[in-house]
């Protein structure tokens, strides 16, 4: 039996792949209508993407469909998730930045820097690999946009067990610079990475701004986390709102409110009302986060990774473990990496 933090941790990682997963399925739907005609008036699993689909986006759902992907496969942001657990768990646990940059050098070369190669390439790995194939290095080569990619990334670092903060806080950092190198998107990711630590750690969510406030009391922290009203998103009252079974609210409604687009600042504080709403039910809150449409794929993977968080592996439904592919491989990895 699991030890409690290591239940979080490696529900935190095995989390946010599954609502990564999830979310690929029935990535960026903007119309509602068309949604509920093509995946269903409530996504509830994993679905294959179509090939089929006349809405806008449907050639992204098309391109995954030809590359043979199927329900449980993960996206290209899951791929470069699973890369970086893949480098700690052959490391030990240890994180070495030439061995994450080479084997994303290998996933760059499969690429041809436009969005339709690869499992489709958003901006920040286009910019990445243009930057690379000028021959600027890396920790200078990220993108300056305001995506979700690095935050749900640094998850696997957070997991690690490791006592030295100001360690796990700059590999962290460092990670997430090497695609996104915004200052405030960094911080943002940062912030969000940190949050899904303390969760690890057992802070309750009644005491997370309290948590995060007292990180901010680190310099080193604080230099990074760029604006202290990121540090308290998680804990803010828009996101205590969630808890409030009073208010007559739909979250799915509140998720479209925060913004359905891929703005990192859109999803993260629908990512953090959902887990106010749904504390102890990581199927609601990643499913809800799929259904509100939009970049729903990685507004679930960063709910799944601070659902996850809470309610640990164990909490996860067994079905969702199951159904996402190479599971046991990944159960393996997070196994060692959250040690």
Known sequence: MLDRRKDRAMGAI??????DSIGMGCHWYYNTEEQERDCGTWISDYQDPSPSRQDTWGKVSKLRYDLGLKSGDVSQTGEFSVMLIESLYENGGVYKQNDFTDRVTRLLKQID???MSGRFTDRAIRDLWKNR???ISWGEAGSD?????????AINLVARK???QQQLV????ENIWLTHNNSYVAGQSLTYALAVAGLIQGISLSDIRAHMSQ???DKYICDRTVSPDIRFQIGNEAAQMGANQELDLDPVVVCRLFGMNCTLGFMLPAAYFL???YPSDFEMAVLTAVNAGGNNMARAALVGGLSGALVGLSGIPRRFVDGLKNSEHYLEMADVVTN
């Open 14 to 19: 095995i989390g946010s792949l599954i609502g």
């Open 113 to 115: 820097g436009t969005s």
């Open 133 to 135: 194939d000028a021959g």
């Open 145 to 153: 946009t305001d995506t979700a990619e690095a935050a749900i990334r």
């Open 162 to 164: 490791i006592d030295n």
């Open 170 to 173: 700059a590999e962290a950092y």
């Open 215 to 217: 990180l901010g009391d």
């Open 275 to 277: 887990i106010h709403r």
